[in-house]
């Protein structure tokens, strides 16, 4: 009797959905940063008085912010799209009017894998069938361009402008419940401190960097930022 062997099916375990984490970064990471030291600033500026105008401010703040980021990933996702529908018409037209060179250059992709003579003639054949398809390949594998999705721009947009609406009120949030602005600012700094070295951790877990470093690179980064905006109100306030 013999054992039959079996196999565990192979997981592939690649991060998907890269655009959406990557929107998710780039909003949360200056909602978190931009509020926070927006508010250290006014805390140094206002003292125990007016508080009203540290979350007045940092509500302003945060609604401009969210919608000048938005816009900023809206017009990347557009441009991304413009981009490739001029190469695509740029590439048919190419097929059309000087196919042989277009085969040459699949040609020349095929040999760089390495394939015989005779495999790469029929790959060209069977690739060159079909103009859409030909036209595809060429835009993958010689632009290294891949098809972007059509409603990619207002995504980003949202994406990135609903984080840093949720990282913009992680600061501002402890001004609603106190008396002063300095107490405030500690419990604000303590909060958003934290949250940006939970919020590097795993952004940097996700991304393949060392986790600890990055979570600690996050953090000093925005306390850096609020703690120059809170020097220099207090310096041009004193």
């Known amino acids: 009797m013999h054992e039959i062997a079996t196999t565990s099916p192979h997981i592939e375990q690649h991060m998907k959905g890269s655009e959406i984490l990557t929107d998710i970064v780039i909003g949360m990471s200056d909602g978190l940063t931009v509020p926070f030291?927006?508010?250290a600033g006014?805390?140094?500026a206002v003292g125990q008085a007016h508080l009203n105008l540290i979350w007045i401010a940092g509500l302003a703040e945060i609604a401009a912010g969210s919608i000048a980021m938005g816009l900023g990933g809206y017009l990347a996702g557009k441009t991304e799209i413009d981009?490739?529908?001029a190469e695509l018409r740029r590439e048919y037209d190419e097929v059309e009017r000087v196919?042989?060179?277009e085969r040459d250059e699949v040609r020349e992709f095929f040999s760089g894998l390495g394939l015989s003579y005779d495999v790469q003639e029929q790959a060209v054949e069977e690739m060159t069938r079909d103009?859409?398809?030909w036209v595809d390949f060429m835009m993958k594998?010689?632009?290294g361009l891949d098809k972007p999705d059509p409603l990619r721009a207002r995504k980003s947009a949202f994406n990135i402008g609903f984080s840093y609406v949720v990282g913009g009120f992680i600061p501002?949030?402890?001004?609603f419940f106190v008396s002063d602005g300095f107490t405030g600012l500690k419990i604000s700094a303590a909060i958003t401190l934290v949250c940006l070295f939970v919020f590097g951790y795993f952004k940097s877990k996700l991304t393949g960097v060392n986790p600890l470093g990055g979570a600690l690179r996050v953090?000093?980064?925005g306390a850096l930022a609020a703690g120059c905006a809170f020097a220099v109100a207090r310096i041009i306030t004193t």
């Open 37 to 39: 030291a927006l508010a």
């Open 42 to 44: 006014l805390s140094a």
């Open 83 to 85: 981009h490739y529908n």
């Open 99 to 101: 196919p042989e060179r």
């Open 131 to 133: 103009k859409d398809k």
């Open 141 to 143: 594998y010689e632009l």
């Open 172 to 175: 501002l949030s402890p001004y």
């Open 219 to 221: 953090m000093i980064i």
